[in-house]
């Protein structure tokens, strides 16, 4: 999808070819195995009565088919308004498209399997393909986080250098190397998980593959993965984080500065969204896989998971379009001319 004025939308969909790609992955890891391996996965999903599923099923889905108008919304306004090709509106743009990236990957399963009493069954090429994308959208988005808080950065602290350093083509290489550096990523961790024997149980406890409940099924020594795992994903977190306190520590010295509380107000209102959106992310994201998990139940862990892969996709879009007038501004116009013709 194209935005005027050189401005683009990356938009990804490479489902298909990963399929086809993990498929020959498996076929060959089986080949050089004589184990007999896991081809079916059973995810449990939410251990409610069915009557209670029923009634889970309609408002996630009602919160699912709401969060991609609301972000379709957001990446056609910021592609055909010319007053939203900025920066700020285009890494907008790119939080939505992983957001519909994340709660596809997740939701059409876990409605799946929010129909069936005993859980839903998923073959073991499809569980990997959702892990590699759930992988991919969270990741990028740490990425972009990070990304967006430099241009609130450069917008606040060098505001006169501002237009010459977030040009539209700088952007569009700041999102295209977050986006190839997580599939990479992404990438290096299926492939040294494909090299393990998968030939246990084929249950997980879960609404979606996750990477922990995963390796649980091996068979094999899955030590190396896990410090591969834990290595990528600290850096992948401490790096943003402490790039993104950084930014925010220069933005907030910066605006101290400023002699008029108008234009402090203002600088301070530029950021608000970003940081409320982070704070979201990194907090749900922390009680998952950074706080100790011993002793928390299933259920518990099932619920923070429902934060950051169901409701995270649907804040952010609320957050950015009733904090932000020239969304509105644009949608208002938008409707303007629809009901004009």
């Not at 992955?25 to 449990?44: D, G, H, P, R, Y």
């Not at 917008?155 to 700041?174: E, F, H, K, Q």
């Not at 020594?221 to 977190?237: A, H």
């Not at 107000?265 to 100790?292: D, E, N, R």
Request: net charge neutral; aromatic share 12%.
């Amino acid at each position: 999808m194209a935005i005027q004025s050189s401005w683009t939308v990356i938009s990804l969909s490479p489902a298909p070819i990963a399929d086809t790609w993990i498929a020959s992955i498996v076929s060959t890891s089986l080949e050089k195995s004589n184990m007999t391996a896991v081809t079916q996965v059973i995810l449990i999903g939410f251990q409610v009565s069915q009557n209670l599923k029923k009634l889970l099923f309609l408002p996630l889905l009602v919160v699912y088919c709401f969060t991609l108008c609301a972000n379709l919304l957001i990446i056609t306004l910021v592609s055909t308004s010319k007053n939203l090709h900025t920066p700020m509106y285009f890494f907008i743009a790119q939080l939505s498209i992983s957001d519909i990236l994340l709660t596809t990957d997740i939701v059409p399963t876990m409605l799946h399997i929010i129909l069936y009493y005993s859980g839903g069954t998923i073959t073991f090429i499809g569980c990997i393909t959702q892990l590699y994308f759930f992988f991919v959208s969270e990741a990028f988005e740490c990425f972009l986080l990070t990304v967006m808080s430099y241009d609130r950065y450069v917008a606040i602290c060098n505001p006169l250098r501002y237009s010459s350093i977030m040009t539209s083509g700088y952007c569009v290489i700041l999102a295209t190397i977050s986006w190839l550096l997580v599939l990479s990523i992404a990438l290096c961790v299926i492939l040294s998980m494909l090299m393990l024997n998968f030939c246990g149980s084929n249950i997980i406890d879960h609404f979606f593959c996750d990477l922990v409940p995963i390796l649980e099924l091996s068979c094999s020594d899955t030590y190396s993965v896990q410090l591969e795992v834990s290595v990528l994903g600290g850096l992948l977190i401490l790096i943003p984080v402490l790039i993104i306190i950084f930014s925010y520590a220069k933005i907030i010295l910066t605006i101290l500065r400023m002699s008029s509380s108008t234009s402090r107000q203002k600088a301070f209102s530029t950021c608000s969204s970003h940081l409320i959106v982070v704070s979201i992310f990194y907090w749900t994201l922390f009680g998952v896989y950074i706080v100790p998990t011993k002793g928390q139940s299933s259920t518990v862990s099932k619920i923070l998971s429902l934060l950051y892969t169901v409701f995270t996709p649907l804040i952010n879009p609320i957050i950015y379009s009733l904090k932000n007038n020239d969304i509105k501004k644009a949608l208002h116009e938008h409707v303007y001319k629809y009901l004009r013709y």
